[in-house]
Each structure stands twice: as C-alpha cells, then as structure tokens.
C-alpha cells in the first residue's frame, strides 16, 4: 500500500482559531480565498460551521455509479464488490498522493467524487472554507454507533457534522526481531535506538517533517509536538542531524515493504505500516520478525470518510460509510489495508483472535486509552511552519 | 527572380513562437510564482503577474541559504554527482559510439538499435528493477558476494546514485556520439598515421578536436536533466546524504507550503544551466570559427 504524506501540509491554529484570510494575506491579489478557517485543537474543540444542509431523512439510495476518492490500495476491493452486490451499484475509485493536491483538486473542479477516503483534520478546515463538504445526516448511518466514543465527536468536528472516523493509528518503532532485541526499547530511553550508528544504513524515519521533527522532540524528552519555540526547534534540528550522521537514515514511507523483506532493520513508522507489512513478507519468513515498539509518548492520529457537496449519490455515498463502520466489513477491510478501523467494537483481542495479527505485533494496537493518552499534531500558521519546513530542509539538505 | 530577404526571418518564425509559447511564457510563470505570494488558507502559489509588485524575500532566503546555509552542500553535491556521472558516461559511452562509428561494419545498425532497445523501458521501471537487483537478497548484491564483495548499495551510498544517473542517460550520450563519430572525415586520422603518429596521437590530436563539438553538445544533453533528476535518488537511496537540487525542489513544489522556494530554485537551476549552455555555445562558435580557417 502506498501510504501516505500524513498530517504534512497544514495550515493554521494555537487553538480553535478563526483566522479571517482577508487579515493575514493583505497581498492584495483577487485569487486568494474568500472563506475563513476554522481548525480544532483537542484543547480547544471546534464545531464546524454548516454550510447547507444534510440531505433529508428515508431517501431511497441511487442506483449508478459511486465515486470515491481513496489513497491508493485503502480499501479492500472485495469489499468494495461486496457493496456493489448489495445495492446494485457500480463503484469507481481515484486516487489521490497528497491532501493538498486532492483539495486543489477539489476546489477547481477537476475531480468530482461522491465519497472521499483518508482525509485527515487538516486538510478539513480547507475543505470547510472552500465549501466543498455537505453536512452527513446519520439516520443513513447506523452504525455509527460502533466508533470508538473519543471520535463519535472529534475535537476538529464537534458532532461529527462533516466526517465519519475511519482509521486510527500511533507513530512508533518498526524493528526486525531477529536483529534487534526488543530489550533496547526497554532498558532505557527507546527512543535512543533510532540514533544508534550500528543500524546505519538500515534505519529509516518518516518522510513527513511533522512526523519526524516530533521524533527528536520526544527523544529529548520534549512532548511538545507543536511548538511554535525556535529553541525547541533549534534543539531539534541538531538531535535530527545526529541522527543523520550517525544512522544514515532513508527518509521516506516505504518501511512497510523495506522491513519484511530484509532490508532494514528498524523504522520509525505509523503503526499500521506494520500490519501492512505482514502482506509484504517473503514466503515462508515468520510474522514473528516483525516487531513494533509503541512509545509512553507519542502521536496519536486518525483520518475520515466525508461526502463531498456536489456528490451526485449522496444517499449512497451515506450508505458507504455506514457499510465500512459495519465490523464484519471494517475487519474484512483491515485484513487487507493493515490499518486499525476506528471501531469500538474491533479491540485487541477482536484482531488477535481473528488470526491476522500477531501476538509479536499486539503492541502495536491502538486502544481508545492509547489514543486518547497520544499528542495529536494540530495546524501551525504560516510563520511557524515555515520555522518546521526551516528544521525539515536543514536535515533533508544532508 | 530574387527572393526577399525576409523570408530568412520568417522561417524562424514557428521555432520563435514555439520557443515563445512553450518556454517564455511559463518561465515568465515560474518567476511570478517565486516572486508572488500564497493564498493565506489553501497554501496554492498566487502568482504576482506585475513585476513591478515582486515579492523577493523568499529568493533572498534561498539565495543565503544557498550561499551558506543547508543549501549549499545540496549546490555542491549536485554539481558533483553530475561531473562525476558525466565523465563515467562518456567513459562507456565513447567506446561504444567509437566502435560503432568505426568497426561495426554492416551491423552497425543492428548493434546501435540492439544498445537502444533496452532503454525503450519506462525510466521508472529499469530503476525499480535496480532497486531488486541491488537490494541485499538481489541478484547484483549476490554475484558480488561471489568475489567477496558485500557492499550494500541501497544504503544510501552515493556510488549508487552517480551510477544510476549514468545507467539511465548514457544512451543520450552514445546516440549523438555516434552521430559525430560516424560523419567524421577518417582520412585525417588516415593521414596522421602515415604522417608518424601513433593511434594514441591520432586519437587525440585528431580525433577528439574533431569530434569536439559532438561531445559538447552530448555532455550537454545529459547534463541538462541529470541536474534536474529527483527521481533516481528518490528510487536508489532516499538518504538525506544524497539529496540533490531536483529532490528539494520536489519537495518544496510538492511537499511544502513554500512552492515559491521551489520556483525559485527552478530559476536558479536554470541560471546555472544557463551558464553552461553558454560555455556549450561559445565552444561551438568557436570550433566552427576554426573549421572556417
């Protein structure tokens, strides 16, 4: 599965801000944006602004065609042709390689879907503002009810106005077990294990600058994910550039293909890019080579479904979702994309049991405490994030 | 009946129109979006049309940081990589051309098209091969392991990256190499040997001033998209040791929410292959000005 650039391009908050696009451009050309962003923070919740309405109670679902915008190989295909059986229909799917240039999409026209999958909160608040979302009305969604209670009203979408939550997933370490034992993670600071020049070579971290700078953040000890402090970054700049000399790192998303087949011993990675490796592993190598240490402290996140405004199936587009929050077809969809459906009643023990998940890989299962203990990545404004991009060039420059 | 004179002008004129169209125009793009700003919420480029009204704070920032800061190392690097490239594809390459041109006899075409044909292979797709050949449990890696070398080439190693970069453009080099090679007048070198010289002599007092401009013009062919190449490095290291200037400009165009650093340094790559178009130029002015004499 290509996974993708998560949480990598965002835009604005300290904290459930509004920021009035017409204050902050004052560059006076007529093709900046109209509308206004609206961004939640888990301090600072955020009920987003309606614009429209839902479509109305007991509609019969179309019939045709339903198009989904998805990342690529984010859905099971059988379960994608389970649903055409159900309801008669015929699904198409595009995909889409980053957020920002989906949204751009969006927003001129180029790609009109009826259904999109994986989006994350910051590309949300531009979705809003663009207008380009229609409010859901959950009497098409019934199983709503199975989402774990954290995100049945996320902070970035007070009542889930807009989205429906898809998958959740933690950032943590991706090791080979026949090379490293799992004691490092323990004995100490875990995080250290990603600095130590005897992986050099065979080591990769996120090529994801939220992702990654947060790595040197938390292996100093600073839990502060969204720092907007130039010494913080500064500090981290230099522990990311101690890790590059010493590990020479890869920087890229591909750890979920490089670790099972041998070519790495050890990532930094989302946790579902190692269940997602399971599928990778070479025929007859154990899933018990596969390991995952998941950090006290570390980053929590999930993405969403959400029906665009000018979709032409919305019933249908509602029923979709309702179809993925079902637990038969959110397992039978985890099996294949590796990622944890965002169910309440998928635990643990759900996918243990089922046999597609090894006990070796258990820890690398996000429960709702686990994600509600984790920091979450929250937008940054221009000028700040320009001060990340700083601390990102410096280190990718070699 | 005597033509005008401006007919010579007017033939040009597709080329000019083209050349307007398809690089004046967008290049004049490219500097309003390094010069211009970004919207506010959606991160897009807005373009500043005036110049009167540029904007050069960021081409300022990328300048110093090309100047002194993370920048410059990725200057060098890439500068680096592509001599080295350059002078490894002319070292294959020139062979094969010369043998070509010279011995091949009536199987000249067939070898030529045999040396082509693997390069009909989507660039993507012969790197991707690479990256399973050289990969430890590769077949490369293997047969190596033979004679007692275990060097793992997807370490992030700059070798790999200098010989991907030569494995994916040397064809450009052999073709026009050929080209040059092939039409030369081989009676010279003919007469230097019966004038004394030895094949060494003749190869270089002859030959190469000879086929000068060829070379030129083939180093120059390579040279030009090996600058720009992100997409080697990002298939055979992905190490932040071998990022060169087509990779950060990936990722400021792509990945950033500053596509004005990535313009800018659009324009600063293209100065510099500008520079060395230049030196392309004046030494094919000045070889023909030579052959004239």
């Known amino acids: 599965m290509l996974r993708r650039d ?103 026209g180029t790609l009109k879907p009826d259904l999109i999958i994986g989006m994350t909160d910051t590309a949300l608040a531009r979705l809003v503002a663009a207008d380009l979302l229609q409010p859901l009305n959950k009497s098409y969604i019934p199983h709503f009810s199975n989402l774990i209670d954290g995100l049945q009203s996320p902070y970035y979408d007070v009542d889930s106005q807009y989205t429906v939550a898809h998958v959740i997933y933690a950032n943590g370490i991706a090791y080979r077990t026949d090379r490293i034992d799992s004691s490092v993670f323990t004995s100490g600071n875990g995080y250290d294990a990603m600095w130590d020049s005897a992986h050099k070579g065979k080591l990769a971290v996120l090529d994801s600058y939220r992702d990654t700078i947060s790595l040197a953040m938390f292996q100093a000890g600073n839990n502060d994910v969204n720092t907007i402090d130039a010494d913080i970054l500064s500090a981290a700049q230099e522990n990311l550039i101690r890790l590059r000399d010493s590990t020479n790192p890869k920087v890229d998303i591909l750890s979920y293909q490089e670790l099972p087949a041998g070519n790495r011993d050890i990532a930094f990675t989302w946790s579902g890019d190692i ?42 587009a509602h029923k979709f979702i309702d179809y993925l929050l079902d637990t038969d077809v959110a397992l039978k969809n985890q099996t294949y994309v590796g990622y944890q459906p965002a169910l309440s009643t998928i635990t643990v023990d759900t996918l243990l049991s089922s046999g597609t998940i090894p006990e070796s890989l258990k820890d690398s299962l996000v429960t709702p405490e686990k994600y509600d203990s984790g920091q979450r990545l929250v937008s940054l404004s221009p000028d700040a994030d320009a001060l990340w991009l700083d601390v990102w060039a410096a280190f990718t420059a070699g | 009946m005597k033509r005008s004179p401006r007919i010579w002008p007017a033939l040009a004129a597709p080329g000019a129109t083209w050349l307007l169209a398809l690089f004046g125009i967008p290049f004049y793009a490219v500097a309003c979006v390094a010069f211009g700003t970004i919207d506010p919420i959606f991160r897009d480029a807005i373009p500043q049309w005036n110049p009167l009204a540029w904007d050069f704070g960021q081409a300022n920032e990328v300048l110093q940081s090309a100047i002194s800061g993370p920048l410059q190392g990725v200057f060098l690097r890439t500068i680096v990589y592509v001599i080295a490239a350059m002078i490894i594809s002319f070292a294959v390459g020139f062979p094969v051309a010369y043998f070509l041109a010279r011995h091949a006899g009536k199987h000249k075409l067939l070898l030529l098209t045999l040396v082509i044909v693997p390069f009909w292979v989507n660039y993507l797709m012969r790197m991707l091969a690479w990256v399973n050949l050289l990969s430890p449990s590769g077949l490369f890696s293997r047969f190596m392991g033979i004679f007692g070398i275990h060097y793992n080439w997807l370490d992030g190693s700059p070798i790999t990256v200098i010989f991907g970069l030569v494995y994916g453009y040397v064809p450009f080099l052999i073709l026009p190499m050929y080209a040059t090679l092939e039409r030369l007048d081989w009676r010279l070198v003919e007469a230097a040997r019966d004038l004394g010289a030895t094949s060494r002599q003749a190869f270089r007092l002859v030959t190469v001033p000879m086929a000068q401009a060829g070379m030129a013009a083939a180093a120059i062919l390579i040279a030009l998209p090996m600058f720009g190449d992100y997409y080697t490095n990002d298939l055979l290291s992905r190490s932040p040791r071998t990022e060169m200037l087509g990779n950060q400009i990936d990722f400021y165009i792509n990945n950033s929410q500053q596509p004005q650093r990535g313009a800018v340094l659009v324009m600063m790559l293209s100065a510099l292959l500008l520079v060395a178009l230049s030196w392309y130029l004046r030494s094919t002015a000045r070889y023909a000005k030579e052959r004239v004499k």
């Open chain 1, 275 to 316: 269940l997602t490796a399971l599928g990778y592993l070479p025929e007859g190598v154990s899933p018990e080579v596969l390991g995952f240490w998941y950090p006290e402290q570390t980053i929590t996140a999930n993405d969403f479904l959400c029906v665009p405004k000018e979709s032409k199936v919305p019933v249908l």
């Open chain 1, 6 to 108: 998560f949480l990598r391009n965002l835009v604005i908050t300290t904290g459930g801000l509004v920021v009035a696009p017409s204050i902050l451009s004052a560059c006076g050309t007529s093709a900046t944006s109209t509308g206004e962003l609206v961004i939640g923070t888990p301090t600072s919740p955020t009920k987003l602004p309606t614009n429209g309405e839902a479509i109305a109670d007991g509609l019969a679902e179309e019939k045709g065609t339903l198009e989904i915008l998805n990342w690529a190989d984010y859905t099971n295909p059988e379960v994608i042709a389970d649903f055409e059986k159900l309801f008669g229909v015929t699904v198409k799917t595009s995909i889409y390689d980053t957020e920002e240039a989906a949204v751009a999409k969006l927003r001129n």
